[in-house]
């Protein structure tokens, strides 16, 4: 019973280039959550899907970023013409169908994106 | 031991005591909190949660006390072992977001 799955661990661009983090939720989990954490702080909520929906992407910068979540297939952050500023660790979570705040979120061990 | 959360981030306690970790959330109409652990290279771990019409709620070696009146959250850790030293991330959940708090850094000294 696999838990949340992201690929890569870590993932180094140089400034300019694109990054694609995937996210695989958990089996039976229709909600996903994308979250940064930069070192010694905590998690910052970014983008909260569902399938083929954002539902709220209140914490996402206005411009390079960007989400998805596709009715097949993981969920996709997207971020272009990096940064140095974007590196740091990018989480994903995903609840089950009930969502929403009913029912704990559970975690995968995050992309490690490093700009050069 | 005991910490007071994100004026207190780190809290170093002796293997077999109990460890209280504190935290103060912001939004009084926040009605389900989370505590997780989260250790170096991996994501958050879940391990209690609390719904805001109680005021407590036990697991295995962990307790966890809401107090809505001054919104204040706090994780017992009972015969704290080594195995406990990580960063322990309280949760609200308002709406569609989870906010997380900035995190205690638990060490257990042997």
């Known amino acids: 019973n696999a838990g949340v799955m992201q690929n890569p661990r870590h993932l180094v661009r140089r400034r300019g280039q694109e990054a694609r983090l995937r996210c695989s939720p958990m089996k039976g989990h229709s909600h996903v959550y994308w979250y940064r954490q930069l070192p010694e702080e905590g998690l910052k909520f970014m983008v909260y899907l569902q399938k083929e929906n954002i539902i709220d992407e209140s914490g996402m910068p206005k411009e390079r970023f960007s989400a998805e979540f596709p009715k097949e297939g993981p969920s996709i952050l997207r971020i272009q013409q990096v940064v140095r500023g974007d590196s740091a660790a990018y989480f994903c979570a995903s609840s089950p169908p009930s969502g929403g705040g009913n029912s704990p979120l559970h975690f995968g061990n995050g992309t490690r994106l490093t700009v050069t | 031991g005991e910490s007071v959360g994100l004026h207190l981030p780190t809290l170093s306690v002796q293997e077999g005591d109990n460890s209280i970790i504190n935290c103060a959330y912001s939004n009084s109409a926040s009605d389900y909190f989370i505590w997780y652990k989260q250790e170096s290279g991996k994501g958050p771990q879940f391990i209690i949660d609390?719904?805001?019409?109680?005021d407590k709620r036990q697991g295995q070696r962990v307790t966890v006390l809401l107090n809505k009146t001054v919104k204040h959250l706090s994780l017992q850790i009972a015969a704290t072992q080594p195995g406990d030293s990580a960063v322990y991330f309280c949760a609200e959940n308002t709406g569609n977001q989870f906010y997380f708090g900035t995190g205690t850094s638990l060490t257990v000294i042997p």
């Open positions: 609390i719904r805001s019409n109680m």
